[in-house]
């Protein structure tokens, strides 16, 4: 059965753009103050973890939500939620937190191929030694875990609203990781938030 999408199309972020989030000192720090400052976007503290400490990651968010299988044939939409990405999206899987890992080596590197810059897992991730060489796609997840997803997580929506570490993310929003938690910027608020992290006085 077909996976329901719920918008069809995500917008690119000028590179530029994502080129002068990934400069901000402190990146996630200092978006969580300019969404503070303007009352919009969600900010997320650390409850997802970097697989390589120390990356960072700025995009467009497309989303896929999973929910616990409950029919004999459920399917897994990793790959069919990358072909939705355009060039430089973040891929932001919300598996409601499960113990079944949703990505791994492979799915990673199909990421890679269709372009996307980074994965959010709301769940679990394995294959955890590829995921931390130095040229790895950058992931970041709530859990590690051996056991894959297959049989177990049913893919409900793509590119619905989805849950990242008790914030929610729409397709579309500004995601933005890091080692001090995760941000996403409504996509009407990217250059307003820009420009005050970049003319922001106080350190952050
Ligand atoms: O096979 C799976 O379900 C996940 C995985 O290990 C991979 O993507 O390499
Ligand atoms: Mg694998």
Redesign the pocket.
């Known amino acids: 059965m077909a996976v329901p999408v719920r918008v069809a199309d995500v917008a690119p972020v000028p590179g530029e753009v994502v080129a002068r989030y990934l400069a901000l000192p402190d990146m996630t720090c200092a978006v969580a103050d300019a969404l503070d400052e303007l009352g919009v976007g969600a900010v997320a503290a650390d409850v997802l973890r970097a697989a390589r400490p120390g990356a960072r990651l700025c995009g467009p968010a497309v989303t896929l939500r999973y929910e616990v299988a409950r029919h004999g044939s459920p399917v ?1 939409a ?1 790959r069919d939620l990358y072909r939705l990405a355009p060039p430089g999206a973040v891929a932001v899987i919300d598996a409601g937190g499960s113990e079944y ?10 990421a890679r191929d269709a372009g996307v810059v980074g994965v959010l897992v709301e769940g679990a991730v ?2 955890f030694d ?1 995921l931390t060489t130095a040229d790895a796609l950058p992931v970041w997840s709530r859990a590690r875990s051996p056991r ?3 049989g177990r997580l049913d893919a409900a929506e793509l590119n619905g609203p989805a849950r990242l570490g008790g914030i929610a993310v729409l397709p579309g929003d500004l995601v933005v990781a890091d080692d001090n938690g995760v941000a996403a910027v409504p996509a009407d608020h990217v250059t307003a938030v820009l420009r005050r992290c970049e003319t922001a006085t106080d350190t952050v």
């Open positions: 897994l990793d890992a949703v990505v791994g080596e492979i799915s990673a590197g199909c394995r294959d590829a894959n997803a297959r």
